[in-house]
C-alpha cells in the first residue's frame, strides 16, 4: 500500500484537483516546493498577524490593512491563540501532530465557554472553501469537548471580503468532507494516481512528465 499521507485542507484540495498531481508533490517530490513572491508575501503576513495577536507588536504599515481584523479578534471574548495545530486520529480522537490522520492549522482561535471561532487568513483569490472550514471545525470539536457552537471563516483582507458559517455540535454533518475523504483513502490504498485533465493542465501545472501538460507541447 502506498505511504499514507495526513489528510490536510492543502493535501486534499490536491489530491480532488488532480491525484497524479498529488502523487508527484507527496510521493514522488518530482514537484519540488519552492518559494514564490506570493508565498513570501503570504509567510510574512501570516506572522505578522501572529506577532500582532499572541504580543501585541505592531503590524509593519505594508499590513495595515489587517489592522481591523486584529482589532475584532482581539475584542472577542476569550484568549486568542494563532498558528494553532489541530490533529485528530482516523478514529476522530485527538492526537498528536506527527500522529495525525486528519489535521489543520488554525490562524486564529478565541474560546470563551462553550463557544468558539476559529478561522483562516487568506492571500488569494476568493473562494468558499467549506471542506478547508469543515476540516478545521472537525479538529477543533474533538480537542475541545466543552465546545458546542463554533463561527467559522476564512478571511480575505486583501479585498475585505469574508467567507462563514456558523456549526452546532448536535446538528453539525461532514457528508461533503467524508466524500472526498474516502475518495483520497481509495485512491491512496489502489495507488493508482490517475491524471485528472483540466483547464490548469494548460500553463500552470508543473508535473511536467504527465501528459496533459500544455507546456511539453
Not at 488554525?106 to 462553550?114: E, F, L, P
Not at 468558539?116 to 492571500?123: C, H, N, P, R
Not at 472537525?138 to 469537548?145: E, G, I, Q, V
Amino acid at each position: 500500500m502506498t505511504k499514507f499521507i495526513p489528510i490536510s485542507p492543502t493535501t486534499l484540495s490536491t489530491m480532488i484537483t488532480c491525484p497524479r498531481q498529488f502523487e508527484a508533490k507527496y510521493l514522488t517530490k518530482e514537484v519540488q516546493f519552492k518559494d514564490t513572491p506570493a508565498t513570501i508575501h503570504g509567510t510574512r503576513l501570516h506572522k505578522a498577524m501572529e506577532d500582532s495577536l499572541v504580543q501585541d507588536a505592531a503590524l509593519p504599515a505594508e499590513f495595515s490593512y489587517l489592522q481591523p481584523y486584529v482589532d475584532k479578534f482581539k475584542n472577542f471574548p476569550g484568549k486568542v491563540s494563532s498558528e494553532t495545530k489541530l490533529a485528530i486520529d482516523k478514529q476522530g480522537n485527538p492526537c498528536e501532530w506527527k500522529d495525525r490522520y486528519i489535521g489543520g492549522i488554525a490562524d486564529v482561535i478565541t474560546i470563551k465557554g462553550s463557544h468558539a471561532f476559529i478561522g483562516d487568513l487568506k492571500t488569494g483569490k476568493y473562494k468558499e472553501d467549506t471542506l478547508q472550514l469543515s476540516i478545521l471545525t472537525k479538529c477543533l470539536y474533538a480537542n475541545y469537548p466543552t465546545i458546542q457552537t463554533v463561527n467559522a471563516a476564512l478571511f480575505f483582507p486583501h479585498i475585505n471580503k469574508l467567507f462563514s458559517f456558523k456549526t452546532s455540535r448536535e446538528t453539525v454533518t461532514y457528508e461533503g468532507l467524508e466524500k472526498e475523504i474516502k475518495f483520497y483513502e481509495a485512491v491512496i490504498e489502489r495507488g493508482e494516481f490517475k491524471p485528472k485533465p483540466g483547464g490548469l493542465c494548460r500553463q500552470w501545472c508543473d508535473v511536467f512528465s504527465c501528459p496533459h501538460n500544455g507546456r511539453n507541447k
